[in-house]
């Protein structure tokens, strides 16, 4: 995708060949920096301080971390200590995991010398094949929109909502939610998204607004709770979000906030649709409300805010009343009765089961 009409993915090898290059999206959307990682820990501090985030963007950033690990020793002894320490920086999102598998998959056969290029090559391929699968999912979530625009809404916008980032910065390109907006808009479909801010952490104000409005994407930025309004005067002609790990069954791990979303959705006879790579499935977990882990973030996250001032300095300001206890759950779970689709690479699929399995056997044999 664009910034300012530079094409940018989120991380990318550097010109060396080895150093790895990413977009440090803590400093969004008032500094764009890009941050230079160079060894494995680092790569782990990138995905744990949350430099990089959004379930395909941390396989991504992990994959690169096993290669610079093999890079500065390539023995089986290194490969165990940066699979185990790389897998412990975040504890939901499935594509970490699935990502550092493939990467031992590629290299565990191999001779130490023959690691570190295997390496690097197997992790650019992770990246260049995220990049394809949302472009792929962009294309079915298009004729979504592309209906309602033809039948429902002709010659008239057609109104999206989001929830958090589920856009280019949460996966190597494209997105995951945002990849059929882009492509409607791409296309001259006139398209408008209406972006939840997102708290506690605000990724929808600070890096939704961010890309969309550097790609040119008409979009309004609403506190979470404005998006049941919106649905019962029917300015909102379907949602779509992005998930963390959605279970065998259909259950869909995502940002907190996501059920409310879906309950207002189902409510109001919007169509809820989640957008996911194929690596985002867990075929392990049958019961997503009972079984995904929920991480519970740092209480900082909601008792202070960070902005720039008016004189233009950035700085950070407590809005909670010291000694009050604070519960910060990053993400919650949607029954998949209250889904209306997955939008995948390989085609719109009910929350099901069946539906799942049918079209990716290869990953539910891995179960």
Not at 120 to 126: N, P, Q, S
Not at 171 to 185: C, F, L, N
Request: charged letters at 25%; hydrophobic letters at 45%; one cysteine or more.
């Amino acid at each position: 995708m664009k910034v300012d009409g530079r094409h940018f993915r989120s991380i990318w090898l550097e010109p060396d060949g080895w150093t790895v290059g990413a977009i440090d999206q803590r400093r969004l959307p008032h500094e764009f920096i890009v941050a230079k990682l160079t060894t494995a820990d680092e790569a782990g501090d990138a995905i744990r301080s949350m430099l990089v985030r959004g379930a395909p963007l941390i396989g991504a950033t992990a994959a690169y971390g096993m290669a610079l690990a093999m890079r500065a020793d390539a023995s089986d002894a290194a490969l165990d200590r940066a699979y185990e320490m790389l897998i412990a920086t975040r504890p939901t999102a499935i594509n970490l995991k699935w990502a550092l598998d493939e990467m031992q998959r590629a290299l565990r056969p191999l001779s130490a010398s023959s690691r570190t290029e295997a390496a690097y090559a197997r992790a650019c391929e992770i990246a260049d094949e995220d990049v394809e699968i949302n472009a792929d999912i962009g294309r079915h979530g298009l004729a979504l929109i592309e209906q309602i625009a033809a039948t429902k809404k002709p010659g008239e916008t057609v109104n999206v909502l989001t929830h958090c980032n589920a856009g280019w910065l949460a996966t190597v390109d494209w997105g995951t939610a945002t990849s059929p907006i882009y492509q409607a808009h791409d296309r001259g479909v006139k398209v408008h998204v209406w972006v939840d801010e997102t708290r506690p952490r605000n990724q929808g104000a600070s890096l939704t607004a961010w890309e969309l409005g550097h790609h040119g994407v008409p979009h309004t930025v609403i506190p979470d709770n404005t998006g049941g309004h919106l649905m019962q005067h029917r300015m909102v002609d379907l949602a779509i979000v992005g998930t963390d790990r959605v279970a065998a069954n259909g259950d869909v791990c995502n940002k907190i906030g996501t059920y409310l979303k879906a309950l207002a959705a189902h409510d109001n006879g919007v169509p809820f649709y989640v957008a996911l790579p194929s690596p985002t499935i867990d075929f392990r977990i049958d019961d997503g409300i009972r079984q995904i882990p929920i991480e519970q973030r740092a209480a900082s996250e909601v008792t202070h805010l960070t902005g720039r001032t008016a004189d233009g300095r950035i700085e950070t300001v407590r809005v909670v009343p010291e000694g009050s206890p604070i519960a910060n759950f990053g993400f919650d779970v949607t029954p998949a009765r209250l889904v209306t689709g997955l939008i995948t690479e390989r085609g719109v699929l009910k929350a099901e089961r069946a539906a799942l399995a049918g079209a990716f056997p290869e990953r539910a044999s891995l179960r």
